[in-house]
């Protein structure tokens, strides 16, 4: 018997494509079990999330398995060449090594990325109650999940944001501890500002202000994200009660001086400021930094701590893709013995 790995992901194929072949949460476990049905398929597990769909099977031959499947999942259409070019074929060892990098989260779109490993062992519950999984894919699902634990335990693979806006809300989440009665002020509409702004949202921000030259867009911006718009000439005022100011306006000039500051630093008790500079040109004076209680960031160092947490999640690759081998070594070991035997 042979382990096949048949699919296609988010790095293989396009939304349009992944769209076509996606098995809806409802039929995973019809959809492995009529697989099974197929000639020489004795065992399937489908797993089809946004960014991938992927058949794993046990077979009597690996290249006639392949065609049934294809033929299944083209649901009565012809599966032509093109299609053909979207997907992956992966045995034996190599299929199993695949399915232990999905589950750990190294395959993702966001490297390290947790939901995967739940969408995957609802897939494979699915299957199991459906009666189309046997001893082979019982026993790799189950090194497959023990794998993902020990990746998630034993690396720091999850740490460290690597977008600009995911890592000014870390940064601001170090120094007020968490967002939760937070508020934020956003000058400027542009889309790094409502990025960044959606992410300190969706961290518990208390409230958002949006200011901008023009009310009609600031009122829109607000909108989105439930906040308040504020008139670009009273946005000090606003100043003085907000814990983050999130600015890029396009501006030529700075647009937030010292003095600015300055003016509400006793109005806001000297509590910590963290501003987050993404215009290009810069928004934020520099010299704004150098007031105590105000922790200033600009692209450049917010570009700085992404790469520099970039690298440290592909060092934590290495060790994982160790774990993983050496996962796969002794499944590939076991199962030999038991064709021995």
Not at 99 to 123: H, N, P, W, Y
Not at 254 to 277: C, Q, S, T, W
Request: glycine fraction near 6%; include cysteine; charge should be negative.
């Amino acid at each position: 018997m042979n382990l096949l790995c048949l699919g296609l992901n988010h790095q293989t194929a396009p939304v349009d494509v992944r769209e076509r072949f996606a098995v809806s949460a409802e039929r995973l476990g019809e959809a492995s079990k009529e697989l099974t049905a197929r000639d020489g398929v004795s065992e399937v597990v489908v797993l089809s999330t946004c960014n991938r769909m992927e058949v794993y099977a046990v077979a009597e031959e690996v290249d006639s398995a392949e065609e049934s499947i294809k033929e299944y999942l083209a649901g009565g259409t012809v599966f032509t060449e093109d299609d053909s070019k979207h997907f992956y074929k992966k045995v034996e060892d190599d299929a199993a090594r695949h399915l232990c990098r999905v589950v750990s989260g190294l395959d993702s779109m966001v490297l390290g990325e947790t939901e995967i490993f739940g969408q995957v062992k609802q897939a494979y519950s699915k299957a199991l109650h459906a009666a189309a999984t046997g001893g082979v894919l019982n026993k790799l699902f189950q090194k497959s999940f023990t794998v993902g634990k020990k990746v998630r335990t034993q690396t720091t693979i999850q740490g460290g944001q690597t977008s600009v806006g995911s890592v000014a809300v870390d940064l601001a989440e170090k120094i007020f501890g968490h967002l939760k009665y937070s508020e934020v002020m956003v000058i400027g509409a542009g889309e790094m500002s409502y990025i960044t702004a959606q992410r300190m949202m969706e961290r518990g921000a208390k409230k958002i202000y949006v200011v901008n030259r023009s009310l009609a867009n600031a009122q829109k911006l607000a909108e989105e994200m439930g906040g308040e718009a504020v008139a670009f000439d009273d946005w000090e005022r606003v100043l003085a009660k907000v814990d983050v100011v999130v600015s890029s306006t396009g501006a030529s000039e700075p647009v937030v001086l010292p003095a600015h500051v300055e003016n509400v630093r006793a109005k806001r008790k000297y509590r910590p400021l963290f501003m987050i500079d993404i215009a290009m040109p810069r928004d934020i004076d520099p010299d704004v930094g150098k007031i105590e209680e105000v922790y200033l960031y600009d692209l450049d160092t917010l570009q700085e701590q992404a790469e520099e947490n970039r690298s440290k999640r592909q060092e934590q690759v290495r060790v994982c893709e160790q774990i993983i081998e050496e996962e796969v070594e002794k499944l590939s070991i076991n199962q030999r013995n038991e064709y021995t035997q």
